[in-house]
C-alpha cells in the first residue's frame, strides 16, 4: 500500500503543484489518478519514487517514509513507465529491457533470458528484441516500456500517460494488454491519465484531482459515475454516465426465451441471419457470461426486432432476450451497481476509446 498523508509539494516558483493531498494507494490493485492539465497527476506520481520530494507531509510505502529510502535504491523497486516510452536510442530491445537487471548486477545471460521472457508477456513478437526502438512502431515501444518496467518485477508500477501518444485502436489495444498482465501479476499501479474513459475502463479505484492537486473524489470507477459528489466531477466525468454504468453490469441475470424459428443457423448452431419478409437481416448477438448489460442492450438495439441473440463462448445460439426481460435486469439496479464490471468489458472497447 502506498499512503500519502497530507502531502503538499510547492515548487521553487511558488507553484502549489499538490496541496494536502490524503490518500491510500491499496496493494495489488489499480489506482488511477485523473484530472485537468496541471492539476499535480506528475507531481503526485513523482513523488512516490522522489523524482520530485514533497515539500511537506509524507508518502509511506509499505509503511516506510520514501525520504528515508535512497532514491537509487527506492527507484530499482518502482517500474516507471511513460509517455513514449523514453527507450535508449542506441541499445536494442531486449538490452532497453534489461536495463535495470543490468544495474542490479545480474550477469549478461540471465538479464536477457529475463528480458525475452518480458518481450513475450507483453505480447511483443521475440524477433523485435535484436532491432533498436526506432525500427519499432509507438505501440510496440510502448510494450517495451512496460517490459522495461516489470523487468525487476517491482511490486509497484508508476505509470504516467503511457498509452497517450498512440491512436485510439492501439491504445485500446494496449490498455486491454496492461489489464491481462495485472490479472496475472497482481501489482500496485499507480497510473496517470487526462482521459476519464481510460481512468474508468483501467481504475480498480479512481482518484479524481482538481487544479491545485486537490483531491476531488476518490471511489470505484462504477461509483464514481453514479454519484460523482460534485458539479466538478460530474463534469469532468462528461455524459453518457447512466450508459457507461451498464459495464458494470453482467449481463448472466437476462432471462432468455428459445429462438425463433426465423432465426437462421448453420450445422452448429451458430446463428448467421433473421430472416425478415424474406430477406436475411443481421443481429446482434451477447455472451451473458462475460457480456456486460451494455453489451446486451448494443445487441439488442442492432436487431431489427429489438432482441438480443445469446449465444455461449463458442457463438451457439443459447436464445434470445427481449426488451422487457434487459429491462427486468436494470431496474434491479436502478438503486446503485457493483463496482466490479463484467469479465469481457476488462478488456472491450464499445468504440471511440470509450471504455465499454
Ligand atoms: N518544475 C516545476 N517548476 C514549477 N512549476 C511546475 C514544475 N513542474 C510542474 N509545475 C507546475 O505544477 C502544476 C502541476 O503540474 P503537473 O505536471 O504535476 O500536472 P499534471 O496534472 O501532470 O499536468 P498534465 O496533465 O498537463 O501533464 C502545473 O501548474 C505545472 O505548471
Known amino acids: 500500500m502506498i499512503i500519502f498523508d497530507g502531502v503538499t509539494k510547492r515548487y521553487q516558483d511558488g507553484t502549489v503543484a499538490v496541496d494536502d493531498l490524503s490518500i ?23 513523488m512516490i519514487n522522489r523524482m520530485v520530494d514533497a515539500t511537506s507531509g509524507r508518502i509511506l510505502l509499505g509503511g516506510r517514509d520514501v525520504r528515508e529510502i535512497d532514491p537509487a535504491t527506492l527507484r530499482r523497486g518502482i517500474g516507471y513507465v511513460i509517455q513514449h516510452a523514453g527507450l535508449f536510442p542506441h541499445r536494442k530491445i531486449v538490452d532497453n529491457v534489461a536495463t535495470v537487471p543490468y544495474l542490479l548486477g545480474w550477469n549478461r545471460k540471465k538479464a536477457r533470458a529475463r528480458a525475452m521472457e518480458l518481450i513475450e508477456l507483453v505480447g511483443l513478437d521475440p524477433k523485435l528484441a535484436t532491432r533498436y526502438p526506432f525500427q519499432l512502431s509507438g505501440g510496440q515501444q510502448q510494450r517495451v516500456g512496460v517490459a522495461r518496467a516489470l523487468a525487476a518485477d517491482p511490486p509497484v508500477l508508476l505509470m504516467d500517460e503511457p498509452f497517450s501518444a498512440v491512436d485510439p485502436v492501439v491504445r485500446t489495444g494496449l490498455q486491454d494488454e496492461l489489464l491481462r498482465l495485472q490479472s496475472e501479476l497482481r501489482k500496485t499501479i499507480v ?135 434487459l429491462d427486468a435486469v436494470l431496474r434491479k439496479y436502478a438503486g446503485g451497481l457493483p463496482d466490479q464490471r463484467a469479465p469481457a468489458d476488462q478488456g472491450a472497447s464499445a468504440g471511440e476509446g470509450a471504455p465499454a
Open 191 to 325: 497510473f496517470v491519465t487526462h482521459d476519464i474513459d481510460e481512468a474508468i475502463k483501467l481504475g480498480d479505484t479512481v482518484a479524481v484531482l482538481h487544479t491545485g492537486g486537490r483531491l476531488a473524489q476518490m471511489a470505484g470507477p462504477a461509483t464514481l459515475l453514479s454519484e460523482p459528489v460534485d458539479d466538478f466531477v460530474r463534469e469532468f466525468l462528461g455524459r453518457d454516465r447512466g450508459i457507461r454504468r451498464l459495464s458494470f453490469i453482467s449481463a448472466k441475470d437476462v432471462r432468455l426465451d428459445p429462438a425463433p424459428a426465423d432465426l437462421a443457423v448453420d450445422d452448429d448452431d451458430r446463428p448467421f441471419g433473421l430472416r425478415v419478409d424474406g430477406r436475411l437481416v443481421p443481429y446482434g448477438t451477447f455472451d451473458p457470461e462475460s457480456d456486460s448489460m451494455r453489451a446486451a442492450l448494443d445487441a439488442a438495439l442492432l436487431s431489427p426486432d429489438g432482441t438480443a441473440v445469446a449465444v455461449d463462448g463458442d457463438g451457439r445460439v443459447l436464445g434470445v432476450a427481449t426488451r422487457e426481460a
Open 24 to 46: 491510500e494507494v491499496p496493494g495489488g490493485a489499480i489506482t488511477v489518478l485523473v484530472g485537468p492539465s496541471g492539476c499535480g497527476k506528475t507531481t503526485s506520481l513523482r
